[in-house]
Nanobody, 120 residues
Framework: QVQLVESGGGLVQPGGSLRLSCAAS????????MSWYRQAPGKERELVAT????????NYADSMKGRFTISRDNIKSTVYLQMNSLKAEDTAVYYC?????????????WGQGTQVTVSS
């Protein structure tokens, strides 16, 4: 079955960095667009960044541009989110999201999330 397993979250001071990883299995990773979303307490889940299946195109939410970088390794079936210059408002649960079409059917899956807390 499809599995998306995030890791790399934790507590970091403002201005610090973290790298999140999402290991995927159970589907053709190289055919999937991969995204990171986040959800802060009391707020709706929001898109952080998306990378296309071959990694040629990346898109970011405006507030993350220049600080966050999404990348992927199709050999390792893993997508990453490098987060720099972290701020308190980046505190949230970060979710990995996979979207792909197989035999004409669109499918989408979420990971379980990893907590990122930015605090001094």
């Amino acid at each position: 079955q499809v599995q998306l397993v995030e890791s790399g979250g934790g507590l970091v001071q403002p201005g610090g960095s973290l790298r999140l990883s999402c290991a995927a299995s159970g589907f053709s990773f190289s055919s999937a667009a991969m995204s990171w979303y986040r959800q802060a307490p009391g707020k709706e889940r929001e898109l952080v960044a998306t990378v296309t299946s071959a990694g040629r195109s990346r898109n970011y939410a405006d507030s993350m541009k220049g600080r966050f970088t999404i990348s992927r390794d199709n050999i390792k079936s893993t997508v990453y989110l490098q987060m720099n210059s972290l701020k308190a408002e980046d505190t949230a649960v970060y979710y990995c999201y996979a979207e792909f079409t197989f035999l004409g059917v669109r499918s989408a899956y979420w990971g379980q999330g990893t907590q990122v807390t930015v605090s001094s």
